[in-house]
C-alpha cells in the first residue's frame, strides 16, 4: 500500500474511531438518563407509606350503663334540649341487647344410626356420629345415654322452643348431651327416616338432622328526656328519667358506671380503610416494580450495544496501529533512499 493510500486510509479509520466514540458518549448519555429515571423509581417506592393494618386496642369506646336496670340500658347518646317543656334537660338515647332464645339445626354427617322398634316406640337407639357414640337401650337404662322424653317438657333445656318452632305441643323426643347442649330428635323425624334393614336390625347410613336452642342476640333502642349529672371531667354520674318509651324507667334515678370496650364498628370502617389502601400500595409498587424492569431491559440492550462499539473500537484501534507503521515504514524508506 502506498504512502497516499495509507493515509487516506488511516484518515477514515480516524473518522471511524471518532463516530464510534461519539456514538458510545451518546449510549452512556442515554445510560445515566436511564440511571435517574430508576433512583427516582427508587425514591418512590421509599416515599409509599406502607399500610399498617389497625390495632383492636386502638379503637376503644367509653360506655355509660345505668346501675340496677333489669334489661341493662347503656347510654349511646345525649343532646341538651334548648326549648320547650323540657329546656335544659337532656334527649338521651338508650339501648338494650337481649337475647331470644331460638331452635337451630345440626346435621351430624356420615352418622350411622342403629334402631329396634317396640311397642312404645323405639327400645333402642344407636346414634353412631363421627367418633361419639350416643345409645338408648329401654332394657338396660342405666348404661343409656340417650334419653327419651314423653312429657314435662319444660324440665329439657331448650325443648320447648324447638317444639314451639315446630307447632307442637306434644310427641316423643330423645335428647343427647355434647359440651353442655342438648341435641333432640323426635320420635317422628326417626319414623320418616329411610332405615335399610341389615343383619336384622334397621340401619341408616348418612346425614342426620338434630336440633337445639341457641341465642339470637336483639337490641331494643328507646328514646328519654332526662337530667344529667356529671363530674369535672365531664363524664356522666347519674341520670334520672323523666319520660321514655319503656314506661319502666319513668321516675327512676340510676348512677352511671363508665366502662371502656371495643368500637367494632370504627375498627371495621379503619380496617377497610387498610384493605383500600394496601390495594393502592400494592397497585403502586407493581407499577415501580413494572416501570423498572422495563428501564433495566433498555439499559441491557444500551450494554450490548456498547459492548459491540467497544470491539468495534478496538479492532479500529489495532488496524490504526498497523496503518500507522506502515506509513512509518514507508517514510523510513524514502528518506533512507536520499540520504543514502
Do not use: W
Not at 38 to 64: F, I
Not at 101 to 106: D, G, I, L, Q, W
Not at 284 to 297: G, P
Request: proline fraction near 2%.
Amino acid at each position: 500500500m502506498g504512502l497516499a493510500a495509507s493515509q487516506a486510509r488511516f484518515l477514515g479509520l480516524t473518522a471511524r474511531k471518532s463516530n464510534v466514540e461519539y456514538q458510545g458518549q451518546q449510549i452512556n448519555q442515554q445510560r445515566v438518563a436511564l440511571s435517574n429515571e430508576v433512583m427516582g423509581l427508587y425514591q418512590e417506592y421509599n416515599n409509599l407509606d406502607v399500610p399498617v393494618p389497625p390495632a383492636v386496642n386502638d379503637y376503644q369506646k367509653t360506655v355509660y350503663k345505668l346501675d340496677s336496670t333489669y334489661n341493662g340500658y347503656q347510654i349511646d347518646n345525649f343532646t341538651k334540649i334548648i326549648d320547650g317543656e323540657y329546656a335544659g334537660y337532656y334527649d338521651v338515647s338508650l339501648s338494650c341487647e337481649t337475647e331470644i332464645p331460638k331452635a337451630y339445626t345440626y346435621s351430624a354427617k356420615d352418622s350411622v344410626i342403629t334402631a329396634q322398634k317396640g311397642s312404645n316406640g323405639y327400645s333402642y337407639l344407636n346414634f353412631q356420629l363421627g367418633t361419639e357414640s350416643y345409645v338408648y337401650d329401654e332394657n338396660n337404662p342405666d348404661t343409656s345415654t340417650i334419653t327419651k322424653i314423653t312429657s314435662d317438657y319444660e324440665k329439657y333445656s331448650g325443648l320447648s322452643t324447638i317444639m314451639s318452632s315446630q307447632g307442637l305441643t306434644s310427641g316423643t323426643f330423645y335428647m343427647y348431651m355434647k359440651n353442655g347442649v342438648a341435641y333432640y330428635t323426635s320420635e317422628n323425624d326417626l319414623d320418616s327416616t329411610a332405615f335399610e334393614v341389615v343383619d336384622g336390625k334397621n340401619m341408616y347410613y348418612g346425614s342426620y338432622t338434630f336440633d337445639y336452642q341457641g341465642a339470637q342476640k336483639t337490641v331494643e333502642n328507646v328514646h328519654a328526656k332526662a337530667a344529667l349529672t356529671q363530674d369535672p371531667n365531664g363524664r356522666l354520674m347519674s341520670i334520672q328519667i323523666l319520660d321514655c318509651d319503656d314506661a319502666d324507667l319513668v321516675g327512676n334515678t340510676y348512677s352511671i358506671t363508665t366502662a371502656s370496650e371495643d368500637d367494632q364498628a370504627a375498627y371495621e370502617d379503619a380496617m377497610n380503610e387498610y384493605y383500600y389502601q394496601k390495594q393502592l400500595y400494592e397497585r403502586e409498587v407493581e407499577r415501580i416494580n413494572q416501570k423498572t424492569e422495563t428501564l433495566q431491559k433498555e439499559d441491557r440492550s444500551l450494554e450490548m450495544q456498547l459492548n459491540q462499539l467497544d470491539t468495534e473500537q478496538k479492532a479500529i484501534s489495532t488496524e490504526m496501529e498497523s496503518i500507522s507503521k506502515v506509513i512509518e515504514d514507508t517514510i523510513n524508506s524514502v528518506f533512507k533512499t536520499y540520504n543514502s
